[in-house]
Nanobody, 128 residues
Framework: QPELEESGGGSVQAGDSLRLSCQGS?????????LAWFRQTPGKEREAVAG????????FYADSVKGRFTISRETGQRILYLQMRSLKPEDTALYYC????????????????????WGQGTQVTVSS
């Protein structure tokens, strides 16, 4: 069983909504870790989308998704969500969830190299 497993991706029209989920395995320490969603398209670097603190009290967003996406986690549960609204074709990508051991707030939430555990990804395709 993978430590992190994403689900909820799909093919939608521009303006639609999707909710991605990331389920941690029973052995995953994700309840005590900062979590994040990244996305990647072929030929491009992995891009940070949203991050959340271990407690869930603080969240961070890329400018491109602010006001449209919401990251959340269930306290004490091994699950992470990304609610995506008003989707655009440029949101098309493979979406990954990730965890990191150390939390420094907004300083490095968007640095992929700081995350040590990744899921396999779920594809989101938005057509115009």
């Amino acid at each position: 069983q993978p430590e992190l497993e994403e689900s909820g991706g799909g093919s939608v029209q521009a303006g639609d909504s999707l909710r991605l989920s990331c389920q941690g395995s029973p052995s995953s320490p994700m309840t005590m870790r900062a979590l994040a969603w990244f996305r990647q398209t072929p030929g491009k670097e992995r891009e940070a989308v949203a991050g959340i603190s271990p407690s869930g009290a603080a969240s961070f967003y890329a400018d491109s998704v602010k006001g449209r996406f919401t990251i959340s986690r269930e306290t004490g549960q091994r699950i992470l969500y990304l609610q995506m609204r008003s989707l655009k074709p440029e949101d098309t990508a493979l979406y990954y969830c990730a965890t990191k051991r150390k939390y420094y707030g907004s300083i490095d939430w968007d640095r992929a190299e700081e995350y040590d555990t990744w899921g396999q990804g779920t594809q989101v395709t938005v057509s115009s």
